[in-house]
């Protein structure tokens, strides 16, 4: 079965920056779809970023141009760049994927995407 395992969340300050790394085991992120989402328990989940085959990126409202997501296909891997980090982004975040290149209908949704990690902690102070 497909295997998405996150890294790289950790507890920062204000102001601070961390890098999300979705290591893919059994999927191929060349030519797929795939997407940031995060969990909070207030607000349930919400995806953060997406990223088509093509490479267009699509964010969040919230995001303001802090956050990039992009994908090294050589390594297999999904990456969340945050920047100037605020305490309200503090979540679980995780990665999530497709088996196709293109958006679903509704990229802003998390059940559009099939597969999804286990997730990663980020917390900001």
């Known amino acids: 079965h497909v295997q998405l395992v996150e890294s790289g969340g950790g507890s920062v300050q204000a102001g601070g920056t961390l890098r999300l790394s979705c290591a893919a085991a059994t999927y191929t992120t060349n030519g797929h779809c795939m997407a940031w989402f995060r969990q909070t328990p207030g607000n349930g989940r919400e995806v953060v970023a997406a990223?088509?085959?093509?490479?267009?990126?699509d964010y969040a409202g919230f995001v303001n141009h802090r956050f990039t997501i992009s994908k090294d296909n050589a390594k297999n891997t999904l990456y969340l760049q945050m920047n100037n980090l605020e305490p309200e982004v503090t979540a679980m975040y995780y990665c999530?994927?497709?088996?196709?290149?293109?958006?679903?209908?509704?990229?802003?949704?998390?059940?559009?995407?099939?597969?999804r990690g286990q997730g990663t902690q980020v917390t900001v102070s």
């Open positions: 999530a994927a497709n088996p196709w290149g293109d958006y679903p209908p509704n990229h802003f949704a998390v059940p559009e995407f099939q597969y």
């Open positions: 990223l088509d085959s093509d490479g267009i990126a």
